[in-house]
C-alpha cells in the first residue's frame, strides 16, 4: 500500500512564499514520478509541477515556471514544491500524487488528501 502525505500549507500574505513537502510511503523501492496539482474552489483540478524518480525531468506549468520549483530528496522519499511571489490566484487545495510510471500531467495512480493554500491580497 502506497501512501502520500503533502505538508506545509497555510496562510500567506500576496508576494511571500510557501514550501509544500510531499512525502510517499509503502513502497519506497519503487521509482516514483511525482506530482504537484491544485484545486481552487469551483475550478477544475490543474496540474503544477512534475519530477521523476531520479531527480531530472523536472516540468513545471506555464502559468507558475517563473515562481514555482519542484525538487526531490530520494533519501527521505519527498518531493518540494517551492512557491514564491505568490498571489491570491494561487489559492487552492494543493495535491501530490505519485505514479511507478512515467507520467507527465495525468495518469498519476496514488493521491494525498490535499494541503491547504491561502493567499490574502
Known amino acids: 500500500q502506497v501512501q502520500v502525505v503533502e505538508s506545509g500549507g497555510g496562510l500567506v500574505q500576496a508576494g511571500g512564499s510557501l514550501r509544500l513537502s510531499c512525502e510517499v510511503s509503502g513502497r519506497t523501492s519503487s521509482s516514483f514520478t511525482m506530482g504537484w496539482f491544485r484545486q481552487a474552489p469551483g475550478k477544475e483540478r490543474e496540474f503544477v509541477a512534475r519530477?521523476?524518480?531520479?531527480?531530472?525531468?523536472?516540468f513545471v506549468a506555464a502559468s507558475v515556471r517563473d515562481r514555482f520549483t519542484i525538487s526531490r530528496d530520494n533519501a527521505n522519499n519527498t518531493a518540494t514544491l517551492q512557491m514564491n511571489s505568490l498571489k491570491p490566484e494561487d489559492t487552492a487545495l494543493y495535491y501530490c500524487?505519485?505514479?511507478?510510471?512515467?507520467?507527465?500531467?495525468?495518469?498519476?495512480?496514488?493521491w494525498g488528501q490535499g494541503t491547504q493554500v491561502t493567499v490574502s491580497s
Open positions: 500524487a505519485a505514479s511507478q510510471v512515467v507520467v507527465v500531467t495525468s495518469g498519476y495512480r496514488y
Open positions: 519530477i521523476l524518480w531520479s531527480g531530472s525531468g523536472a
